[in-house]
C-alpha cells in the first residue's frame, strides 16, 4: 500500500514525459501525415548529446537544454525535405512510405549509436539529483526528486508553450490549417514545405530536449529509442489519431498505468500489460479515449 | 487592361485530359463567368491558375507575369483568392479562425480587424455564430464562412467555384447579392456558376466550356439569346 503514492507520483512524471513526445509525434503526423517511427531515435540522439556535453562541459544539463534544443531543431529542419521528397514520389502508398522510411532510419540510428557510443546505459549527473521533497497528506507520504519534479515542471512548460504556440500565433494558425485541409490552407498562402519544415525541426528540437531529461532522471543507453517510440505511438492512439487535445490525459493514464504495473510485475511484461489495456479501450471506443480521433 | 490571361492551357489527371488549349482574359475591374455542365471541367480550369493543379501545356499571366506552375501559396501571395467548391473549411477551427486564417499573409494580416469587421457586416449570421466550430455549421453558413475567409485574404482577383451550390433560393439570393456588391466596389471576379440565368444578368463577359474546351463566349445578353445556350443551359 506504501507504495502507491510513489507509483502515482512516478507515473505523473512518465506521463508528463509522454505529453511531449506524444505532441510532437502527433504534430508531424497531423501536418506531415508521416507516423515518424524514428522518434525514439531523435530521443537517444539527444540524450546522449546532453550526457557528453555534460562530460565535457560540466556544465548542469539543465541548462544545455535550450542549446541542444537549437541544434536538433535545426537538424529536423534541413533533414524534413528528404522526408517530403521520399513521401511525395507518385508511387506507392505514402503513409506506407513514410512508416518504412522512418522506421530504417531508426535502425540506422540505432546501429550507428552502437557503433560510436557503445552497448552501455549511462545517465546524465546533475545537481538536482542529490535534493529530494518529502510530500505528505491524507495518510500518505512519498518522496519525490527534486529531478523529477524539474522534469514535470519542464513538461508542463513546453506542453503550455505548444499551445501557446498552436493557438495563439499565425504560424499555429497556419500548422493548424496545414493539418485540417491541405489544399485550403495552400488558397490561405500556407507555405506546406516551410511550414512542415519547421513543425519537423521543433518536433526533432523537443524529443532531443526531451532525451537529455530522461537521460537524467531515467538512463540512457543506445538501445533506449523502440520503448520510446512504442510509448508515444500508444499515447497518440489512445488520445485519438490527431486529436492533440486529447494527448495530455492519454499521456498521464499511459503514465499512471505503466508505473503501477512496474510495481507489480516483471518489467518485461509492463509493455504487454500497458498493450492489453490500449486495446481494451480501443475495443469500446476505436477513435481513442474521447472518441475524436480519425 | 488584362488581369488574368490564360493562353492554351492543357491539364490531365494521369492519363485523362481534362483540359483541352483553353484561352481567357479578365479584364480589371470585370466580372467574368464560366459557365458549363458537370465534368466540363470549370474546376479544374479555376485549379490551373491557382497553382493546385500544374498544366501540362500554356500559360497563365497574372498581370504580365507568368504564374502557372508556382506552388499554390505563391499565387495566394499575389493578390489571388479562391473561394473552392465545396467550401473546404477548416472543420476544427471556429467561425471566426476560419475567417482569421484568410488574413495569414502579411499583407492581410495588416488589414485583420478592418476585414473581419467587414466580413461580419456582409454575414450578420457569422458574427452570431464566431464561437461555433465550422464542422458543425449549415452549408449555407459555411459557404458564407468560405467567401467571407475570401475576403480576409484582400484580394485583388478572386474566384468563386460554384458559390450557389446546395443553397437555399433566398440564401442563392443572398451570394448573389454579395458578389454584385463586390463587382460594384471595383473587385475583379472569375466565376464559376451553373445557375446560369443569374450569372448571366451579373457578368460582364462569359465563357462556355464543355467537355474540356472554351466552345462560346460573349456578354451576358448575347448570350441569352443564343439558341444554343438556351437550349442546353435555360431549358427554354
Ligand atoms: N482529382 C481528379 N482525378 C481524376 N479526375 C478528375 C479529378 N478531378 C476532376 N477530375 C475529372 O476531370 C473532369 C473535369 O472535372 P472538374 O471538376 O474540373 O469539372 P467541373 O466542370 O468543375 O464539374 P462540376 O460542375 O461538376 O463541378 C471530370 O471528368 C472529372 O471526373
Ligand atoms: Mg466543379
Redesign the pocket.
Known amino acids: 500500500m506504501e507504495l502507491l503514492p510513489q507509483a502515482l507520483m512516478d507515473g505523473i512524471m512518465l506521463g508528463a514525459i509522454y505529453i511531449i513526445i506524444a505532441i510532437g509525434f502527433s504534430l508531424v503526423y497531423g501536418v506531415m501525415h508521416v507516423i515518424d517511427f524514428a522518434v525514439g531515435e531523435w530521443i537517444m540522439l539527444g540524450a546522449f548529446a546532453g550526457f557528453y556535453l555534460t562530460e565535457w562541459t560540466h556544465v548542469e544539463p539543465m541548462l544545455l537544454l535550450p542549446g541542444v534544443f537549437v541544434v536538433f531543431a535545426a537538424a529536423g529542419y534541413l533533414f524534413q525535405p528528404l522526408i517530403h521528397r521520399v513521401l511525395s514520389g507518385h508511387r506507392g502508398n505514402p503513409l506506407l512510405m513514410g512508416l518504412v522510411f522512418t522506421f530504417g532510419l531508426g535502425l540506422m540510428f540505432r546501429g550507428l549509436a552502437q557503433t560510436f557510443f557503445g552497448f552501455y546505459s549511462h545517465s546524465i549527473p546533475s545537481r538536482f539529483s542529490n535534493g529530494s521533497f518529502f510530500l505528505q497528506g491524507g495518510g500518505f507520504s512519498t518522496t519525490v526528486s527534486s529531478v523529477r519534479l524539474a522534469g514535470l515542471v519542464y513538461a508542463l512548460a513546453i506542453t503550455g508553450i505548444l499551445h501557446y504556440l498552436l493557438k495563439h500565433t499565425d504560424f499555429g494558425l497556419g500548422v493548424r490549417a496545414l493539418a485540417q485541409n491541405r489544399d485550403a490552407a495552400g488558397l490561405m498562402g500556407v507555405d506546406n514545405k516551410r511550414t512542415s519544415a519547421f513543425v519537423y525541426g521543433i518536433y526533432v528540437g523537443i524529443s532531443a530536449m526531451t532525451g537529455v531529461l530522461i537521460g537524467m532522471i531515467l538512463s540512457l543507453s543506445a538501445k533506449m529509442g523502440p520503448d520510446f517510440t512504442i510509448f508515444a505511438f500508444f499515447v497518440v492512439v489512445l488520445a485519438g489519431m490527431g486529436y492533440l487535445a486529447g494527448v495530455p490525459a492519454a499521456a498521464f493514464l499511459l503514465g499512471i498505468i505503466q508505473s503501477f504495473f512496474l510495481i507489480y510485475l516483471d518489467p518485461g511484461y509492463t509493455l504487454l500489460a500497458v498493450f492489453a489495456i490500449l486495446y481494451t479501450i480501443l475495443l469500446v471506443s476505436p477513435r481513442g479515449l474521447f472518441g475524436k480521433g480519425v | 487592361m488584362n488581369v488574368l490571361e490564360a493562353r492554351g492551357v492543357s491539364a490531365s489527371?494521369?492519363d485523362?485530359q481534362?483540359l483541352r488549349e483553353i484561352s481567357f482574359t479578365v479584364k480589371k475591374g470585370l466580372l467574368v463567368a464560366l459557365l458549363?455542365a458537370?465534368?466540363?471541367?470549370?474546376?479544374?480550369?479555376l485549379k490551373s491558375i491557382c497553382g493546385l493543379v500544374r498544366p501540362s501545356a500554356g500559360t497563365v499571366r497574372y498581370d504580365g507575369r507568368v504564374i502557372s506552375g508556382l506552388p499554390v501559396h505563391k499565387v495566394a501571395e499575389l493578390g489571388i483568392t479562391l473561394v473552392p467548391?465545396g467550401r473546404q473549411l477548416f472543420p476544427k477551427m471556429t467561425v471566426e479562425e476560419n475567417l482569421v486564417a484568410g488574413s495569414y499573409l502579411k499583407k492581410a494580416k495588416e488589414k485583420r480587424k478592418e476585414n473581419l469587421d467587414r466580413a461580419y457586416a456582409v454575414f450578420p449570421r457569422l458574427a452570431e455564430r464566431r464561437t461555433q466550430m465550422a464542422e458543425t455549421l449549415s452549408g449555407g453558413e459555411q459557404q458564407m464562412v468560405a467567401i467571407g475567409r475570401g475576403l480576409m485574404q484582400s484580394p485583388d482577383l478572386i474566384m468563386f467555384d460554384?458559390p450557389s451550390l446546395g443553397l437555399s433560393p433566398l440564401l442563392v439570393e443572398e451570394v448573389f447579392r454579395v458578389m454584385r456588391m463586390l463587382h460594384e466596389q471595383g473587385l475583379t471576379i472569375f466565376l464559376v456558376e451553373?445557375n446560369v440565368r443569374q450569372t448571366l444578368r451579373i457578368a460582364d463577359y462569359c465563357y462556355v466550356m464543355e467537355n474540356g474546351r472554351i466552345v462560346q463566349e460573349g456578354n451576358g445578353r448575347d448570350l441569352e439569346s443564343d439558341p444554343r445556350v438556351r437550349e442546353a443551359y435555360l431549358g427554354f
Not at chain 2, 38 to 45: E, P
Open positions: 489527371y494521369g485523362t481534362v458549363g458537370n465534368g466540363a471541367g470549370k474546376t479544374t480550369t467548391e460554384e451553373q
